[in-house]
Structures are given as C-alpha cells and as structure tokens.
C-alpha cells in the first residue's frame, strides 16, 4: 500500500540525518556528553542507560510476547517504508462486524488483550495496531507525526484487510485519533467508543506551559519502571495499585533499557508535542456516528500537568466534569461513568467495563 508521491526516500534519509547530527552537536555544546546516534539516525542519549532492573526489549518491543498473532502491514509514507504491527482476530461465530482497538501513549495493542477477547466472543473481528511511532511498529528518525497521518496509516491498513467499516474504540491518546479518525472517515466508522479519553479539553488554551521536542526527549530518556509506576499509581488509580499492572510497566521501561532507547525517546517525544499541539476538542460538534463514553471518574490524566503552575494543575483533569461536557458536546453520545474507576477501566474492572461496552455495542444503531 504506497500514498501519494513523495520527496524521495534519499532526500528524506539525509534531512533526517542532518537532523539526527544537529541535535548531537547541540546536545554536545551544551555539555551533555551525547555520543553519535546509532540507531537509524535517532538523537543522541545523554547518559549511558540504566543497569538492568527488569527485562530489556527492543526499539519494536522485539521479546514482548503479545496474546495473539502479530502481523506487519508494510507501506509507504512520507517518502519512507514503514510498517505497522497488528493483531486481527477471528471469532469462532461471526456477526459480520469489525471492531478496531486504539491504544493509548502510555499502552501497546497487547494490552487490550482481555478486550480482544471479549469482543471476539461477541463475534466481533477485532483488529489491534500499534501505530508508528509505537510499541512493535517503525520508529522513523524522522515523520511529521499528526493525528491525521495516525488516522491515514490506520485507514490504510484496514482497508489492505478489506474492512470497509468498523467500530471504532479508542482508549487515552487512542481516543483522540478515534476522534480524529471518526471525523476524516464518517462514513466508515459505525460506532465510536471513547475510553476515558485524553483531549477532552486543551492543554495549551488551559495555560500548560508548551516545551520544546528537545525538552520531551530529555525527560524521556529519564524513563524507568519506577517512574512509570509512580506516574500511573497517582494518575490512572488514584492511589492505588495491583499487580496486574505490573507487566505494561515492564513492557515500556524494558523500551529504555534495552539498546534501542534513544529511538524510542526520540519517537516519544515527537508524540507528545503531537498530542499538546493538536486538540480535537473543538470538533466533538461534527461528530455523527453514535458515540459511546466510558469515563472513569478517578482519572487525572492532563498532559504537561507538572509543568503547570498549581492554579493551572487545580484545573485540569477532572473527568467526572470532562465527560459530561463531551457528551453533551457530541451529538449522539452516551455517557458510561464508572465513580470507583481510572484511566483505565478495562483494566481495573473488566467485568463492568465489558458489560457496559457490549451492552451498548448490541442496542446502539450503526452509523447509515
């Protein structure tokens, strides 16, 4: 599957290279002690990595075993040859529908492994991408990272499957190229789900203080299991913790210690700039497929909150008030609160979550 022309594959590969080579003088000027990328032209580390303190993965998530069969859909964008990993699932008893699982910044496709399973009982074909820049798929040097971009390459894989329409469900950072996906593709999204979604408000507008791409790489190449774990704890559960989470902390951190770690920072950091500059807020109005929101109301998730001053963090991140504005903004939207829930709730409560999900999935009309 090949887009549109584009600036050759050469003249990409040098820019990228300049690119790579500019940050590592940068970072040298400034005292970093960076040493030269090598990894596919990925920025310099600052620091050597961490000793080992769990496993250690690939840039691709290579030693991370998913629940099902990972598949690579191999294309062409933005003048490179990229591929996206992918689970597609095949229930015993098909109803003939497709639902389409997105995940979040902090999660991989393998962690809607419970979901996957729920849905395919239901009789649901349910295909599961990493999208570039993510977990097993390409991490390129160099991509004009968008919402948009995210929401072509997804379009594109599905239709090298033949799926003309899908349900489409989105959990975090998937939630807003659910939404962005919904409005590029009506009329081939059937339904929309939204799974405590970030972007429901906007960040900047809000007063977060935005930083540089450089900024974000230098706190990635931070990353440990114990910062993950912390961040997630107080963010996501409200305190709380279960073990069961414990195997998506190690799935990320084993990222940053394995010998991929800049690669995988320097990707990171692109994203996040994609998710502070490009809200999708402002458009909830112009959604018209049926649309389902299942909230957790102890979920604090505001990208940049610590950057903010504590006036600007005292407002941000209430879902309870978050989710109510969003269904009432969206045209044909249902609301789902779950009071005692997180970022997550299909992974805190799986069995109310996926009640609530296949419940509204069999009684909501399709997108005509």
Request: aromatic share 10%; proline share 7%; charged share 15%.
């Amino acid at each position: 599957m090949t887009t549109s022309p584009m600036p050759s594959i050469r003249k990409l590969s040098t820019i990228a290279a300049c690119c790579a080579a500019a940050f590592a003088l940068a970072a040298c000027a400034a005292g970093s002690g960076a040493s030269a990328p090598s990894n596919a032209g990925a920025p310099a580390a600052s620091a050597a990595s961490k000793p080992s303190d769990g496993p250690a993965y690939g840039p691709e998530l290579q030693g991370f075993e998913y629940p099902h069969p990972v598949h690579e859909f191999t294309f062409t964008s933005q003048g490179q040859t990229l591929h996206m990993a992918y689970m597609d699932v095949q229930p015993q008893k098909p109803n003939g529908r497709t639902a389409v699982l997105l995940h979040g910044k902090n999660f991989c496709a393998a962690t809607w492994g419970e979901t996957i399973t729920q849905l395919a009982d239901a009789g649901y074909r349910v295909i599961a991408p990493d999208q570039i820049g993510f977990c097993k798929s390409s991490k390129p040097a160099a991509y004009q990272f968008s919402f948009q971009q995210l929401a072509r390459n997804t379009h594109a894989l599905l239709a090298s499957l033949g799926v003309e329409r899908a349900t489409i469900i989105g959990h975090s950072t998937g939630g807003m190229l659910g939404v962005r996906y919904g409005l590029m593709y009506p009329r081939e999204t059937e339904q929309l789900v939204l799974v405590n979604p970030i972007g429901l408000e906007d960040w900047k507008a809000k007063g977060v203080p935005s930083i540089s791409v450089d900024d974000w790489y230098a706190r990635e190449l931070k990353t440990s299991a114990d910062g993950i774990r912390n961040y997630e704890q107080s963010t996501y559960y409200a305190g709380h913790w279960s073990e069961r989470y414990e195997p998506w902390v190690q799935m990320l951190a084993g990222m940053y210690r394995g010998p991929g770690k800049q690669q995988v920072a320097w990707d990171s950091a692109l994203l996040y700039d994609m998710i502070y500059t490009q809200p999708v807020v402002y458009e909830f109005g112009q959604l018209r497929m049926p649309t389902l929101l299942l909230i957790g109301q102890k979920d604090t998730t505001a990208i940049g909150k610590d950057l903010a001053s504590a006036e600007v963090r005292a407002k941000l991140g209430h879902y309870p008030e978050l989710g109510k504005a969003a269904a009432k903004a969206i045209p044909h939207a249902s609301l789902v609160e779950f009071p005692d829930l997180g970022h997550a709730p299909q992974m805190q409560d799986p069995q109310a979550f996926h009640k609530a999900l296949l419940d509204w999935l069999a009684e909501a009309p399709g997108n005509h």
